[in-house]
């Protein structure tokens, strides 16, 4: 009778432990399946934001041709007293449409107050820029996740004559950017995507520094260096032309680099060569190792000397400039030789 009941129990407590294994494998496959179908709306939005099709949406207009570049060089910093921000047109925490300066239309998004000259502001254009935002975010994570919510001011301008009226940018400029206020302000045409992710990486990398500012290098090489991945082959084409001259030693050394801060002096081929210099640095910083290359924006951001900062984030060899120099040259030199002229 007692080996009956003992039998008894065992195949009770089997029972049971069957079917506490049957609802945990149950709850474990839909998570996984949850987790599943989450990386495929994430895929899925990536997907449409790299397939959609700028020029459906912002074409150069008729006369406009004159103006489009082969590349793209980024604004550079400089006074910005001309420059009108969001406070401009409206009050900070304002739900409603601002009024905009006569020839522009307005409209208000989650992430944006935008303006554009001449046409009306459609939901086409506004998806986009929500699509290549959104994308961007997640692309720079550290860097976003320290950036207060707020919305940001988009002004789109057609004419040149506009655009240097309100931003005093230089003849060859397609975009400028107050990172204070929040604020950019491009040219439209066929660049678009590329010189938008290049101003938005101003926005949220550079403030991740405000109120102080990162090195101009650092700051206009990681831009370059986002810019670049959403640019065509041919876009990109001045990138390769000048990663050949750095592989041969025509470079600016590192101390002269690192104290740049405004380009005003340069002639525009030595502008183009420093912008593929500032780019090809921080794609190698980058491609060492992405969280060291965070902990090197952070510790510059905690006012650490720049070797210090280096050494502390990556460790010897790299506790100088010099040292950084030698270490990227030899990479670009030996990246060139395999045909790699990207840097």
């Not at 029972?15 to 839909?30: G, H, M, N, P, T």
């Not at 998570?31 to 989450?38: A, C, E, L, T, Y």
């Not at 899925?44 to 397939?51: E, P």
């Not at 554009?116 to 550290?142: A, C, M, W, Y």
Request: hydrophobic content about 40%.
């Amino acid at each position: 009778m007692d080996i009956s009941k003992r039998l008894y129990s065992i195949v009770i407590l089997l029972a049971l432990a069957i079917c506490f294994v049957a609802v945990y494998e149950s709850f474990d496959l839909k998570k996984k399946d949850k987790d599943v179908n989450i990386s495929k709306i994430l895929q899925k939005t990536r997907d449409k934001a790299h397939s959609a099709n700028v020029t459906d949406i912002l074409t150069p207009m008729e006369g406009e041709k004159q103006n489009t570049f082969k590349f793209s060089l980024p604004a550079a910093k400089g006074n910005t007293e001309g420059i009108p921000t969001a406070q401009t047109f409206m009050k900070e925490e304002s739900l409603q449409i601002p009024l905009a300066p006569k020839g522009f239309t307005a409209k208000l998004t989650n992430n944006y107050v935008i303006f554009r000259e001449q046409f009306d502001i459609t939901k086409d254009l506004t998806d986009f820029i929500d699509s290549i935002h959104g994308n961007f975010v997640l692309d720079i994570i550290p860097f976003s996740l320290n950036s207060e919510f707020k919305r940001l001011f988009l002004m789109l301008f057609r004419t040149r004559e506009n655009f240097t009226k309100y931003t005093l940018r230089p003849e060859w400029s397609q975009a400028a950017t107050d990172v204070k206020s929040r604020s950019i302000y491009l040219m439209e045409g066929s660049s678009f995507k590329p010189v938008f992710v290049h101003e938005l990486t101003h926005i949220y990398f550079d403030g991740f520094f405000h109120p102080s500012e990162p090195p101009l290098w650092l700051s206009e090489g990681y831009a370059v260096y986002n810019q670049v991945k959403v640019q065509s082959t041919e876009e990109n084409g001045w990138i390769q032309k000048n990663i050949i001259t750095l592989s041969q030693k025509n470079y600016i050394n590192f101390e002269e680099f690192n104290s740049v801060e405004s380009l005003d002096s340069y002639s525009p081929n030595e502008v183009e060569l420093w912008y593929a210099q500032a780019y090809s640095v921080v794609k190698y910083l980058i491609e060492k190792d992405k969280d060291n290359f965070y902990q090197f924006s952070k510790n510059l951001k905690e006012n650490m000397p720049i070797g210090k900062a280096l050494y502390r984030a990556y460790g010897m060899p790299f506790n100088t400039l010099k040292a950084l120099e030698y270490a990227w040259q030899a990479k670009i030199q030996q990246e060139v030789k395999k045909g790699n002229y990207y840097g």
